[in-house]
Nanobody, 128 residues
Framework: QLQLVESGGGSVQPGGFLRLGCTVS????????VGWFRQAPGKQREGVAC????????SYANSVRGRMTFDRDYAKNTVFLQMRSLEPDDTAVYYC?????????????????????WGQGAQVTVSS
């Protein structure tokens, strides 16, 4: 059973930087793929970025590619989503999600259905 605890988030001006953390318990980072999703008021949840940690294979939504990247702290079993050049359209509740991966290769996806464990959500607000 995985448990995910999110950290970070907050309010920032356009062009600013925030970092979201997703701490995984129950498996090591090398045994999971982690996805980040977001949901803005009145909109459907959308996939933002994901990573299969053991192979460092990543996928990014077109709207965030080049502005968001991953970092990892294996000692803390935490995956970070680093968000740069933030825009008002990035305002949303951000959720991390995870699934266990035992295969030798895995291409993570930006759809909700493979992910079986979810964090509690973190608010990100980009406003001047």
């Amino acid at each position: 059973q995985l448990q995910l605890v999110e950290s970070g988030g907050g309010s920032v001006q356009p062009g600013g930087f925030l970092r979201l953390g997703c701490t995984v318990s129950g498996l090591t980072l090398n045994d999971v793929a982690v996805g980040w999703f977001r949901q803005a008021p009145g909109k459907q949840r959308e996939g933002v970025a994901c990573i299969w940690n053991r192979g460092s294979v990543t996928s990014y939504a077109n709207s965030v590619r080049g502005r968001m990247t991953f970092d990892r702290d294996y000692a803390k079993n935490t995956v970070f989503l680093q968000m740069r050049s933030l825009e008002p359209d990035d305002t949303a509740v951000y959720y991390c999600a995870a699934l266990g991966v035992s295969s030798d290769y895995y291409r993570c996806v930006l759809r909700s259905e493979p992910y079986t464990f979810w964090g509690q959500g973190a608010q990100v607000t980009v406003s001047s």
